[in-house]
Protein backbone atom coordinates (compact mmCIF):
# COMPACT_ATOMS: atom_id res chain seq x y z
CA UNK A 1 0.00 0.00 0.00
CA UNK A 2 0.70 3.62 -0.93
CA UNK A 3 0.03 6.38 1.41
CA UNK A 4 -0.14 9.73 0.36
CA UNK A 5 0.25 13.11 2.88
CA UNK A 6 -0.73 16.70 1.17
CA UNK A 7 0.12 19.94 2.83
CA UNK A 8 -0.11 23.74 2.21
CA UNK A 9 -3.50 24.18 1.47
CA UNK A 10 -5.64 27.44 2.96
CA UNK A 11 -6.87 30.79 2.94
CA UNK A 12 -5.30 33.19 0.64
CA UNK A 13 -5.84 36.17 -0.92
CA UNK A 14 -6.34 37.18 -4.99
CA UNK A 15 -2.86 37.72 -6.31
CA UNK A 16 -1.13 35.76 -3.95
CA UNK A 17 0.72 32.58 -3.56
CA UNK A 18 1.23 28.83 -1.92
CA UNK A 19 2.64 25.82 -2.31
CA UNK A 20 1.00 22.23 -2.09
CA UNK A 21 3.26 19.36 -1.23
CA UNK A 22 2.28 15.89 -1.66
CA UNK A 23 4.81 12.54 -0.07
CA UNK A 24 4.24 9.36 -1.05
CA UNK A 25 5.20 6.89 1.05
CA UNK A 26 4.83 3.13 1.88
CA UNK A 27 5.70 -0.09 -0.85
CA UNK A 28 7.10 1.57 -3.62
CA UNK A 29 9.46 0.00 -5.92
CA UNK A 30 9.61 3.48 -8.42
CA UNK A 31 6.79 6.25 -9.49
CA UNK A 32 5.84 7.40 -13.07
CA UNK A 33 3.77 10.38 -13.11
CA UNK A 34 2.57 12.74 -10.54
CA UNK A 35 -0.09 14.91 -10.50
CA UNK A 36 -2.03 17.72 -9.17
CA UNK A 37 -6.21 17.59 -9.69
CA UNK A 38 -8.60 19.80 -8.35
CA UNK A 39 -12.58 19.94 -7.67
CA UNK A 40 -14.37 22.87 -7.46
CA UNK A 41 -17.87 22.99 -5.76
CA UNK A 42 -20.59 21.28 -8.28
CA UNK A 43 -17.72 20.25 -10.87
CA UNK A 44 -15.62 17.65 -11.86
CA UNK A 45 -12.19 16.70 -10.66
CA UNK A 46 -10.18 18.54 -13.32
CA UNK A 47 -6.22 17.57 -14.20
CA UNK A 48 -4.31 20.93 -12.94
CA UNK A 49 -0.68 19.39 -13.20
CA UNK A 50 1.26 16.68 -14.24
CA UNK A 51 4.92 15.57 -14.07
CA UNK A 52 6.63 12.36 -15.94
CA UNK A 53 9.51 10.61 -13.67
CA UNK A 54 12.13 12.18 -16.54
CA UNK A 55 10.55 15.82 -15.27
CA UNK A 56 8.10 16.33 -18.31
CA UNK A 57 5.24 18.63 -17.36
CA UNK A 58 1.86 19.44 -18.28
CA UNK A 59 -0.50 22.20 -17.73
CA UNK A 60 -4.03 22.66 -17.88
CA UNK A 61 -4.59 25.96 -19.85
CA UNK A 62 -6.50 27.62 -16.70
CA UNK A 63 -2.82 27.82 -14.55
CA UNK A 64 -0.11 27.97 -17.41
CA UNK A 65 1.92 30.66 -16.33
CA UNK A 66 0.97 30.72 -13.12
CA UNK A 67 1.51 27.29 -11.76
CA UNK A 68 5.02 25.05 -11.68
CA UNK A 69 5.01 21.51 -10.45
CA UNK A 70 8.03 19.71 -9.95
CA UNK A 71 9.23 16.45 -7.69
CA UNK A 72 11.88 15.29 -5.29
CA UNK A 73 12.70 11.72 -6.76
CA UNK A 74 14.69 11.39 -3.08
CA UNK A 75 11.71 12.09 -1.27
CA UNK A 76 8.96 10.48 -3.22
CA UNK A 77 7.50 13.89 -3.34
CA UNK A 78 5.73 16.47 -5.44
CA UNK A 79 4.77 20.10 -5.09
CA UNK A 80 2.58 22.64 -7.05
CA UNK A 81 3.33 26.18 -6.72
CA UNK A 82 0.37 28.43 -7.62
CA UNK A 83 1.04 32.37 -8.25
CA UNK A 84 -1.09 35.02 -8.65
CA UNK A 85 -4.17 32.77 -7.30
CA UNK A 86 -7.53 33.81 -8.55
CA UNK A 87 -10.99 33.24 -6.96
CA UNK A 88 -11.90 30.63 -9.80
CA UNK A 89 -8.66 28.83 -8.04
CA UNK A 90 -10.54 27.70 -4.97
CA UNK A 91 -11.09 23.92 -5.15
CA UNK A 92 -10.32 20.93 -3.01
CA UNK A 93 -6.81 19.87 -4.67
CA UNK A 94 -6.05 16.20 -4.86
CA UNK A 95 -2.29 14.83 -5.18
CA UNK A 96 -2.34 11.77 -7.73
CA UNK A 97 0.57 9.21 -8.02
CA UNK A 98 1.27 6.22 -10.46
CA UNK A 99 3.22 3.98 -8.43
CA UNK A 100 5.00 0.50 -9.22
CA UNK A 101 5.03 -1.97 -6.62
CA UNK A 102 8.31 -4.93 -6.24
CA UNK A 103 6.37 -6.84 -8.82
CA UNK A 104 6.21 -3.78 -11.32
CA UNK A 105 2.60 -3.19 -10.87
CA UNK A 106 1.11 0.38 -11.48
CA UNK A 107 -1.45 1.37 -9.59
CA UNK A 108 -3.09 5.34 -9.12
CA UNK A 109 -2.95 6.48 -5.47
CA UNK A 110 -5.44 9.48 -4.07
CA UNK A 111 -4.74 11.81 -1.44
CA UNK A 112 -7.34 12.82 0.93
CA UNK A 113 -7.40 16.60 -1.02
CA UNK A 114 -6.37 19.59 0.57
CA UNK A 115 -8.52 22.80 0.28
CA UNK A 116 -7.48 25.68 -1.22
CA UNK A 117 -9.67 28.83 -0.85
CA UNK A 118 -9.17 32.30 -2.35
CA UNK A 119 -10.91 35.31 -1.43
CA UNK A 120 -11.61 38.07 -3.42
Known amino acids: QVQLVESGGGLVQAGGSLELSCAASGSIFSIDTMAWYRQAPGKQRDLVASITSGGVTNYADSVKGRATISRDNAKNTVYLQMNSLKPDDTAVYYC??????????????WGKGTLVTVSS
Open 96 to 109: NVRARNWRLNAIDY
